[in-house]
C-alpha cells in the first residue's frame, strides 16, 4: 500500500453493497501486476464496467511455480502487495483469497492483508494440503469453521475495518469420492447447514464450490441461493454447456468469480503459439 494509502473502511462497504442477489458483483480473478494493471485499464473504454477486483491464491502460487497448497502466507501477501496499491489507486476494493486462512495464521492472515489494502477474503473450510479424495477428513468441523469466521470478522473489526467481506467457502461439494455411505443429497444438505452457520458467524456470502472439474448442477444452485436468501457465490464454469454470468444472476445469487482461469487461458494460448512457431509455423 502507498504511504499515503490509510486503511478505510468505505472500500469495503462498497465492496460489501456489491454483493446484490440476482445482480452479483462478478471478479475476473488477478494474480500479478500485468493482471491487475489489464483489469483496471478496461474502466478507461469502458467506464464503471470494473467495480472492484478479486485474487485467487491458485494462480498467485503458480506465477511463482508452485502448488496453491505450497503458498505460504509471507509468500501470498508479498505478491498481492505488488499490485494492492495498483487496485486501490484506481479507487476499487480489494478481496484476497487466503485458503483456509493458513491454520493458525489466521489473525496475521487478516491484519496482513489488511496492512496491504485488502478489505476482503475466501476463507474455506477444507485443510488445503489433504486435498478431496479422504472424505469429512479433508474438512474443518462446522463449529471450528464458524468460529474461524468469528475470528476474522472480529479481527478486521479491531483493525478498523468493520465491515470486511468475508466470502466463506465450502468446499463439501469437492469431496471426491462421496465420503463414506453419503449421497449427493445429503452433501447439499451439509453444504446448506454449514452455509447458513457462516453466515450467522458473519460471512457476507457463501462460496460453494464443485472442486476441479466438479460440478454444481442448476437445481442444486436453486437449493442453495434460497436456503442463503441469495448470498451464494459460485466459480463461473469452463465447459461448452456450463451456465453464464447471465444465467446464473438469474438464478438470483450474488457473486461469481472466475479462479485461475483467465491465467490458465493465457498459459495455454502461450503454450499454443510457441508450438506453432517452433514447428515452422506463423504467430
Not at 12 to 18: N, S, Y
Amino acid at each position: 500500500m502507498s504511504p499515503n494509502t490509510l486503511i478505510d473502511n468505505s472500500y469495503a462497504q462498497t465492496l460489501k453493497a456489491l454483493h446484490k442477489p440476482g445482480s452479483p458483483i462478478v471478479f475476473a480473478n488477478i494474480f500479478d501486476p500485468s493482471s491487475a494493471s489489464t483489469l483496471i485499464s478496461l474502466n478507461e473504454s469502458h467506464p464503471g464496467l470494473v467495480k472492484a477486483a478479486a485474487t485467487a491464491s491458485y494462480a498467485v502460487a503458480a506465477k511463482l511455480s508452485i502448488a496453491d497448497e505450497e503458498l505460504s502466507l509471507p509468500q501470498n501477501l508479498s505478491s498481492v502487495s505488488q499490485f494492492a496499491p495498483l487496485i486501490r489507486d484506481a479507487g476499487l476494493p480489494l478481496s484476497m483469497d487466503l485458503q483456509d486462512g493458513y491454520g493458525d495464521q489466521i489473525v496475521e492472515a487478516i491484519t496482513g492483508a489488511i496492512s496491504i489494502g485488502v478489505v476482503g477474503a475466501n476463507i474455506e473450510d477444507s485443510y488445503p494440503e489433504k486435498g478431496f479424495g479422504g472424505g469429512m477428513a479433508c474438512l474443518r468441523s462446522l463449529e471450528e469453521s464458524a468460529e474461524r469466521i468469528k475470528k476474522v470478522v472480529k479481527t478486521a473489526r479491531d483493525a478498523g475495518i468493520p465491515d470486511f467481506v468475508v466470502n466463506a467457502r465450502t468446499d463439501v461439494l469437492c469431496l471426491k469420492p462421496n465420503p463414506e455411505g453419503w449421497t449427493r443429497e445429503m452433501m447439499v444438505e451439509e453444504t446448506v447447514k454449514r452455509g447458513k452457520a457462516y453466515l450467522a458467524a458473519g460471512a457476507t456470502s457463501v462460496f460453494v464450490w464443485g472442486g476441479p472439474g466438479g460440478l454444481i448442477t442448476t437445481e442444486e444452485i436453486k437449493i442453495l441461493v434460497d436456503a442463503f436468501q441469495g448470498r451464494l457465490a459460485v466459480k463461473l464454469g469452463t465447459r461448452k454447456d456450463d451456465l453464464s454470468v447471465k444465467e446464473l444472476a438469474d438464478l438470483g445469487l450474488c457473486r461469481i468469480s472466475i479462479g485461475p482461469s483467465l491465467l490458465k487461458t493465457d498459459t495455454d494460448g502461450f503454450r499454443r503459439g510457441a508450438a506453432r512457431i517452433l514447428q515452422g509455423g506463423k504467430l
